[in-house]
């Protein structure tokens, strides 16, 4: 029987055991360092903040394994040897494959600061960063204050961690808004206020030129670059991004860049090895995304994919429209197609923008200035259904469509007010249009005849 | 090897978020000298004015539970509120979980068994606790009061205050929020204040002179599973046209309204809109939602227990039903053969309609658990033709009436169902024991327009949404597969949606079409294999 060999147990491993178990009966083996079971690596911020505990993080019963016949190997993987197919294990005996699916994941950059490897100083991404964290920051006594380098999506994560336990946060962001290399700066702006608003100290413009150590290697203070202020702390939080985990791999035959090189059908420059998820660098970007996706979606997306091919379909990792979601503290964020901040848009990209006069609500639809056709669109506050907008951007709708039918797009809860009258009104007064929003429509949205 | 990650922070004491501030601190002192008074009654210190001890006690109790919700919500930035909910000792089946459960346990055994210990005296002025809430009981009805109206005053005020904290801390959230509203407003109108002035009305002319029986209008069999025995049905037919008017209302609740709304709304509309048990379990529960259990093994013990109280819910109501019937067509059209020809008639029709049209809804062990109890049923009607006066199902009547009143009615749905609710979470009794909650949820899961809706790829299978699901639902299997999720056991409470932090479910009425077997619709990958991944 054939076995398949996968190294990492994150969504986009797991993702494809599952699959190669509906589609065959292949011997499939899961080999993780990090922990003995699948969990979701997304909700590893509620454990810290109380609202779970680990166990629930688990989307399959512990049985689940066992039933679908998917072994399970806690080991550290040393080395790689693709010529006799052998894997070198650091806790447990060497483990051959026929077919190697690398899903290895991320691990936080370091950008060679001084102090940075320094105790106290940690980013977040394991389950051991995690339990690290807990050391490091279990309350407000043996950690007075927080600085968190790098104003992205884990940074907010771990400020609102912090504040949970009532840890004084600063927040260092070297942009001059919050993540505005992603959001254009209206929502950027709404989002510094909301930092704000949850008594965060942000520092917009600011960066890190080091770590202080006290006495016992310990971090004591960071300095600033721009300012030289120096900033007493007790823990320093990386969150500058992530990069693919794959040091593993540098003395074998598989071609590495940043991640692992993989093709569209996320084959490796060896035979019968396959990448997916964080680590996989695919040789050219596909549309507009980036070479090297680290979002949990398209970790799903290719181990489906994956799975076709290693079951004898060969198939392209070929995505749909890009969409991705996340929660700044209060504050929820959906997206669908492209919409760029203002330095990366391009010429015949026009957007726009509303915001709610005194909630923390707003919008921002980007389209093609000539042909009106809807390119995405940006929500906070407001949740969007994936169905109906990404089908209007596969029909290419043109925006003047999309405001008539605004409400067919709407997925809050039953009972919440409405602001598509006020969305419209704003488009209408912006372009000279006169749209009249339509009332939601069931046949429309579940395409019933 | 797992429990690193949350033991430790278990070993801090009164560190954020688990502490209480010191407001919160009083609060729960001033609520606790609320059931203090409570308690001081029970062991019979004489209280000189009723009236006024029992007004202090009450509005201690609210005001130290609205005080502490005040505290905790109002002063922050609406959103989802759960910091710190596993690592406080009484929302984590700690010490002070255990505590509340064994107190609330307790006072369910001496509620239902010894209600003496409380004050009750049959002949004579009450004395004791109940005696404290006679005065409150002789103004609204005019008679004293019973073991049951303590309960049901106690049980409307934590509605009341427990519902004002649920507002505060979903005050984001307009659905939670008008929910909320609709069963404070059911539980003080219908549960408390309406049976209490209909009780005004015994006697009076416009009954006949009748009485009518202690009648909570929402309360619907098989909830209400003493509904049609004799002595209410004699009640109800010697109150006039009112009383005769109850009685079609108490049949028409169960056969033709809540069809009608299920199909329309899911059940939600009654069990966590209106519901008095859901009520309870929504407002003073809400703190133990996330104690129920999740596991598949959880689920297969729900089905058959729920289940089989239906069963003995119909076996017990139909028994006690030919009991009083008579057998002479003349005196009366409906005697005890028709009666029992007329429930199995209506048993294998829904039976018939199951199998038949909604099938390959079932899961195995629902067809076998269906056939089996269905010729268990059917045989046990044909008994009757066999067997003596009175002896129907095996059992006497009053047998089964009996121990379903005490299996049931009083250690499922009070000890258990809400004694446990720190330790089992707050709607053990509506999972696995409410005969009310599996019919609507039959019909719910085959018949109905209601469904959660999964958008698309969204999930990230954080888990929120199985760890907040009361009823035990785990949410996000069918989440991360972009199913939609069609359970009959959903109350509809809306709270996975409310807690999930990437927008990915809705609570909605919409087409039967593509409700259930929803195809992974848009993980995200390209069309082509997305079919081949539905492929079953």
């Not at chain 1, 990209?349 to 669109?377: Q, Y």
């Not at chain 2, 309406?194 to 009305?201: D, G, H, K, T, V």
């Not at chain 2, 089989?308 to 017990?316: G, H, I, N, R």
């Not at chain 2, 409310?498 to 919409?510: D, T």
Request: proline share 3%.
């Amino acid at each position: 029987m054939e076995h398949i060999v996968i190294i990492g147990n994150g969504i986009a491993g797991v993702t494809a055991a599952r699959h190669i178990r509906k589609l065959s009966d292949k011997k499939i083996t899961i080999v993780s360092a990090e922990s003995e079971y699948f969990f979701s690596r997304t909700a590893l911020m509620y454990v810290y903040m109380g609202h779970m505990r680990f166990e629930h993080t688990q989307p399959y019963e512990n049985h689940f394994w066992k039933k679908n016949r998917i072994d399970l190997v806690q080991a550290y993987v040393t080395k790689v040897n693709t010529q006799e197919k052998l894997l070198h294990l650091d806790g447990a005996p060497d483990l051959d494959y026929d077919k190697l699916i690398i899903a290895t994941g991320s691990k936080p950059n370091k950008f060679g600061w001084p102090g940075q490897d320094l105790d106290g100083v940690q980013g977040l991404y394991s389950k051991q960063d995690l339990e690290l964290l807990e050391d490091n920051a279990p309350n407000n006594k043996v950690c007075k204050r927080a600085v968190i380098i790098g104003g992205g999506l884990i940074g907010i994560e771990l400020a609102e961690m912090l504040r949970t336990r009532d840890i004084p946060v600063t927040f260092l962001v070297r942009e001059n808004s919050f993540w505005n290399s992603v959001l254009p700066s209206g929502e950027s702006e709404m989002i510094n206020e909301h930092i704000h608003e949850h008594h965060i100290d942000l520092r917009l413009g600011a960066s890190l030129k080091q770590i202080n150590p006290d006495e016992n290697g310990r971090v004591k203070s960071v300095t600033l670059a721009e300012t030289g202020e120096e900033i007493e702390c007790d823990l320093v939080g990386l969150t500058t991004g992530v990069t693919p985990n794959i040091d593993f791999l540098k003395d074998s035959d598989i071609e590495l860049g940043r991640g692992v090189k993989v093709n569209r059908f996320l084959e490796t420059n060896v035979e019968h090895v396959y990448a997916i998820g964080d680590c996989a660098e695919q040789h050219e970007a596909i549309g507009n995304r980036r070479p090297i996706e680290a979002v949990w979606y398209t970790g799903r997306m290719m181990g489906e994919t994956l799975a076709q091919t290693i079951c004898g379909n060969r198939m392209e990792y070929n995505p749909g429209h890009w969409f991705n979601s996340a929660k700044f503290l209060d504050i929820e964020y959906q997206t669908y197609g492209w919409v760029f901040p203002e330095r990366k848009k391009k010429e015949n990209e026009a957007h726009f923008h509303w915001r709610h006069s005194k909630e923390k609500l707003c919008i921002t639809i980007a389209f093609d200035k000539d042909s009106e056709t809807v390119l995405g669109i940006n929500t906070f506050g407001i949740r969007l259904r994936h169905e109906v907008f990404d089908r209007w951007l596969s029909e290419k709708r043109t925006i003047d469509y999309v405001m008539e039918h605004l409400r067919d797009a709407n997925f809050d809860p039953e009972f919440y007010k409405s602001f598509e009258p006020q969305i419209v009104s704003k488009y209408n007064s912006n372009f000279g249009k006169s749209i009249n929003p339509k009332k939601k429509n069931l046949k429309r949205i579940f395409q019933l005849n | 090897m797992n429990s690193q990650t949350y033991h430790k922070s278990m070993a801090l004491t009164g560190e954020p978020p688990k502490s209480l501030s010191i407001s919160q601190k009083l609060a729960v002192f001033l609520g606790l000298s609320g059931l203090g008074i409570l308690l001081l009654a029970v062991f019979n210190v004489n209280f000189p004015n009723r009236t006024l001890w029992l007004t202090l006690s009450l509005l201690a109790i609210t005001v130290g539970i609205v005080w502490f919700s005040w505290d905790a919500y109002s002063k922050k930035i609406p959103g989802i509120k759960n910091d710190g909910v596993w690592f406080k000792s009484i929302s984590s089946r700690g010490l002070w979980g255990w505590v509340a459960g064994l107190s609330l346990t307790g006072f369910y055994i001496v509620l239902y068994f010894y209600p003496e210990y409380l004050g009750l005296v049959n002949d004579g002025d009450n004395k004791g606790v109940i005696g404290l809430f006679d005065p409150l009981s002789k103004f609204l009805s005019g008679n004293p009061a019973s073991q049951w109206f303590v309960y049901g005053t106690l049980y409307t005020v934590a509605i009341l205050a427990f519902g004002i904290k649920f507002l505060w801390k979903y005050r984001h959230n307009r659905y939670e929020r008008l929910r909320t509203w609709s069963v404070m407003f059911f539980q003080t109108a219908f549960a408390f204040i309406i049976p209490e002035l209909m009780a005004r009305l015994n006697g009076d002319k416009i009954l006949d002179g009748g009485s009518l029986p202690y009648y909570d209008l929402k309360n619907i069999w098989p909830l209400n599973y003493y509904n049609f025995e004799g002595y209410r049905i004699k009640a109800f037919l010697s109150s006039g046209e009112i009383g005769f008017a109850l009685l079609i209302f108490g049949i028409l609740s169960i056969f033709v309204i809540t069809p009608i709304l299920t199909y329309k709304y899911g059940k939600r509309w009654y069990c966590s809109w209106v519901c008095g048990c859901g009520g309870l379990a929504e407002t003073a529960g809400d703190s133990f939602r996330q104690l129920s259990d999740k596991s598949t093994f959880a689920w297969k013990v729900e089905r058959w227990v729920v289940h089989s109280v239906v069963v003995f819910v119909t076996l017990m109501t139909t028994a006690v039903i030919y009991s009083y019937l008579g057998t002479d067509t003349s005196k009366y059209w409906l005697t005890k053969s028709s009666f029992l020809i007329g429930v199995a008639v209506l048993l294998t029709l829904v039976f018939g309609w199951a199998m038949i049209f909604k099938r390959n809804q079932l899961q195995k062990d629902a067809q076998y658990g269906a056939i089996g109890y269905f010729v268990i049923i059917i045989a046990l009607i044909g008994f009757h033709f066999f067997s003596g006066d009175g002896q129907i199902f095996l059992f006497k009547s009053e047998t089964l009436r009996k121990s379903y009143s005490f299996l049931i009615g009083s250690i499922f749905s009070g000890v258990i169902g809400t004694g446990f609710y720190p330790i089992f979470g707050s709607r053990v009794w509506c999972r696995f024991g409410c005969p009310m909650a599996a019919i609507l949820g039959f019909q719910q899961k085959l018949f109905s327009r209601f469904r959660i809706t999964t958008n698309g790829g969204q999930c990230i299978s954080c888990g929120n949404c199985s760890v907040y699901c009361e009823m035990g639902i785990d949410v996000r299997a069918y989440a991360q597969k972009g199913e939609n999720i069609v359970r009959s056991s959903c109350v509809g409470c809306g709270i996975c949606s409310a807690v999930c932090p990437r927008g990915v479910l809705k609570l909605e009425n919409g087409p039967l079409e593509g409700r259930i077997d929803s195809n992974q619709v848009l993980l995200g990958n390209d069309v082509d294999l997305m079919t081949l991944v539905n492929k079953k």
